[in-house]
């Protein structure tokens, strides 16, 4: 019975790895998570501009009716202007570097990981400035629970991704394969 190691042996090449390697791993989903966030930020804009009104109730669970009073409206309207200007330098900025990390040639293996780390912490100020942004949301209508609790669940979802993806980069290693 041979093994995998005793065929790579004969031919002098090492096996490729059933596992992509790390910088690969964290740049593919930095760069879907950053081109995610680029089409909801899209979305809300063509939806603003177009004055496309989604249907709501004052009672709703889902979808519900709020104004906000004048004070509180110019309060967050500036707060709120630059936190989206942020949020969408940090992904158009993250997902630029997660794509250079992504097609560098693996001839240039401290490129790609210094690449990986830029994305990745962009990608970090970005979810804070989504988290600021929550909290706006929610100081203005303080009443919805269930997007809260949404809201929130997504937050920890991508803090705990953040923190995983760090690790992934400090504690995994390139496998050495052929260069395309």
């Known amino acids: 019975m041979d093994t995998p190691q005793k065929k790579a042996g004969s031919t002098g090449r090492k096996i490729a790895s059933p596992c992509p390697d790390a910088v690969r791993l964290v740049s593919q989903w930095t760069l879907s998570t950053g081109c995610f966030f680029l089409v909801i930020f ?10 496309f009104q ?10 519900r009716c709020v104004e906000p009073t004048d004070a509180v409206a110019l309060a967050n309207a500036a707060a709120e202007s630059a936190g989206w200007i942020g949020m969408l330098w940090c ?3 993250q997902t630029a570097a997660a794509a250079l990390a992504l097609h560098l040639p693996c001839r240039y293996r401290r490129v790609r990981r210094a690449l990986a780390y830029i994305a990745r912490a962009l990608a970090i100020v970005g979810h804070s400035l989504h988290a600021r942004a929550t909290v706006l ?3 203005a209508d303080p009443g919805s629970l269930f997007a809260v609790m949404g809201w929130t669940l997504i937050i920890v979802f991508l803090a705990v991704f953040d923190l995983l993806c760090f690790l992934i980069l400090m504690l995994g ?4 394969t052929e260069c395309d």
Not at 173 to 176: A, I, L, S
Request: proline share 7%; glycine share 6%; charged share 15%.
């Open 42 to 51: 899209a979305l809300d804009h063509a939806f603003d501009h177009f004055n």
């Open 173 to 176: 290693r390139e496998v050495r």
């Open 91 to 93: 992904g158009a900025a």
């Open 54 to 63: 989604i249907p709501c109730s004052p009672s709703g669970i889902f979808l």
């Open 137 to 139: 949301l929610y100081a």
